[in-house]
């Protein structure tokens, strides 16, 4: 059921990353982004929800390098811009992920993001699209057919919180803009996921980049837009009516206060969303920093591997090694910014 006009409001366990090959970027080749803004009821969220989805497909062409392959955009109006690649209908969506099911490899990264308005009526949470909707046990039934190494799902729509025990499981990000399906107002989530990616595909993280190694990972995206939506509602003296989640430890539970330390937020802080590191590995003719890109990036396996063994380690030897490694990467990376006369 679509929502009437002016009725809201502004009120897989990770297998082993593959290695790049020498002098290539592996964003260009192995990620997969797939675009949705759904049905917007009036003119003023339509024109919101296919603004945000062109800003993040120019950042993700842009910044990431991607072919116009690896990028699909589906919205309501596909005539409107040349960008957008078919109609956010049931259908086309079915038929997107089943391409990205044919095309993605095991070793890529596939990436959903959703705009819209979504609803939660008798269990049943779904997105809202011209045309049927899809519901969140449909969705999960077409992603699993997408045998990627990670899949990262962001749905910003309103009632969006449903959909995480739905689409939960091994190797999968799930991000919603709302805890559950009773907060209905429409969302400004979507607003600030875009606004950290595309200065982050811009190569300037900014602010996001809490660690300042010059790339964004899902958590550091996710914990920098929940944030600007709080101080938003604070600003405007407004009573928060949304509150983001992330789940990605496969319990289907989800926290609005993940960590990368354990529990949700492992993963998802160790999934990056751009790619400037990379390419930075590829160009230089600093043979030192192009070792310690080679060292952050085994560091980097080793910790995923690990995230991946908790449940078989014991706590005390898992947080001990965790941290180990993790403080190992942290000098990693202060070694990379000050080789490259960057501030610490």
Known sequence: MKPEPGTERN?????????AQRGSCRSSLRIFVLVVSGVGGDAQFTERFTRWG?????????????????VAFLAERPERDPRITGPATKERLEAA??????????????????????????????F?????????????TWLAAVKARRIVVVNTA?????FVPALAGPGRIVVTATKSGFERNATRFGEYLVQALAAGFAGGAGSADTDKDGRLSVLEVFQYARREVARAYEQEKRLLTEHAILE??????????PSATGGDGALAASVFLTAAGAVVAADTADPEVKRLYARRESLERRVAELRGARSSMALEVYERELEELLVELATTNRAIRAREGKRP
């Open 97 to 126: 992920l089943r391409e990205l099911a044919d095309r993605a490899e095991p070793g890529a990264d596939v990436v959903l993001v959703l705009f819209g308005h979504g609803s939660d009526r008798e269990g049943q949470p779904r």
């Open 11 to 19: 009120n897989i366990e990770p297998q082993r990353p593959q290695r």
């Open 128 to 140: 809202n699209l011209v045309g049927p909707d899809v519901t969140a046990a449909e969705l999960a």
């Open 248 to 257: 990605d430890d496969g319990d289907g539970k989800g926290s609005t206060e």
């Open 158 to 162: 309103s009632a969006s919180g449903g």
């Open 54 to 70: 062109t800003d993040l497909v120019d950042a993700a062409r842009q910044g990431l390098g991607l072919p116009p392959a690896n």
